[in-house]
T-cell receptor, first 114, second 114 residues
Framework: DQQVKQNSPSLSVQEGRISILNCDYTNSMFDYFLWYKKYPAEGPTFLIS?????DKNEDGRFTVFLNKSAKHLSLHIVPSQPGDSAVYFCAAKKSGGSNYKLTFGKGTLLTVNP | KAGVTQTPRYLIKTRGQQVTLSCSPISGHRSVSWYQQTPGQGLQFLFEYFSETQRNKGNFPGRFSGRQFSNSRSEMNVSTLELGDSALYLCASRDLAAPYNEQFFGPGTRLTVL
């Protein structure tokens, strides 16, 4: 049972345009969502996060939107740069206690073409 | 601060052997989690340790075990290796000081089982 889904295995955009990466989740107990970027042969790098009490969080070129009623979140990258080419993982954490277990989607490979 | 470090970076073992992987968290981070990344399953949570105790566990067989030392360094052990254990094993640390805090990942150990 995949609780966090990234339905697009890959996405290709032109440099300077907007990249939109999508993520859906099924578990209403998730209260914190994160996006990580991963280059080959490296560990995931934290990008941006959002708490379930918010619907938007912005950090520079990166904005994450959360639609709780639809159980959907998206990562917007504007403008996209070739260095953004990587695999992007959406992750979610359940509420409650000190347990911290991230449930990841399977990732979306973003390619930004010069 | 130095990032999360993992040793070794690459490892080749044969079926039936056992392996120990090591992780040093970011200084001051008391929580260490382990994840397995495979092409088919993506990133899957193995377990989390803090204060030298396992706090949370994923759905992996008992062949996968871990421990944490008083200096927060952690080791993960896999016994009786199977071909399907070939994966990238990622360690992540976090600061327990805040309830919402991201995990920082190491570069991973690439395990190949022949």
């Amino acid at each position: 049972d995949q609780q966090v889904k990234q339905n697009s295995p890959s996405l290709s955009v032109q440099e300077g345009r907007i990249s939109i990466l999508n993520c859906d989740y099924t578990n209403s107990m998730f209260d914190y969502f994160l996006w990580y970027k991963k280059y080959p042969a490296e560990g995931p790098t934290f990008l941006i996060s959002i708490s379930s009490i918010k619907d938007k969080n912005e950090d520079g070129r990166f904005t994450v939107f959360l639609n709780k009623s639809a159980k959907h979140l998206s990562l917007h990258i504007v403008p996209s740069q070739p260095g953004d080419s990587a695999v992007y993982f959406c992750a979610a954490k359940k509420s409650g206690g000190s347990n911290y277990k991230l449930t990841f989607g399977k990732g979306t490979l973003l390619t930004v073409n010069p | 601060k130095a990032g999360v470090t993992q040793t070794p970076r690459y490892l080749i073992k044969t079926r039936g052997q056992q392996v120990t992987l090591s992780c040093s968290p970011i200084s001051g981070h008391r929580s260490v989690s382990w994840y397995q990344q495979t092409p088919g399953q993506g990133l899957q949570f193995l377990f989390e340790y803090f204060s030298e105790t396992q706090r949370n566990k994923g759905n992996f067989p008992g062949r996968f075990s871990g421990r944490q030392f008083s200096n927060s360094r952690s080791e993960m052990n896999v016994s009786t290796l199977e071909l399907g254990d070939s994966a990238l094993y990622l360690c992540a640390s976090r600061d327990l000081a805040a309830p919402y805090n991201e995990q920082f990942f190491g570069p991973g150990t690439r395990l190949t089982v022949l």
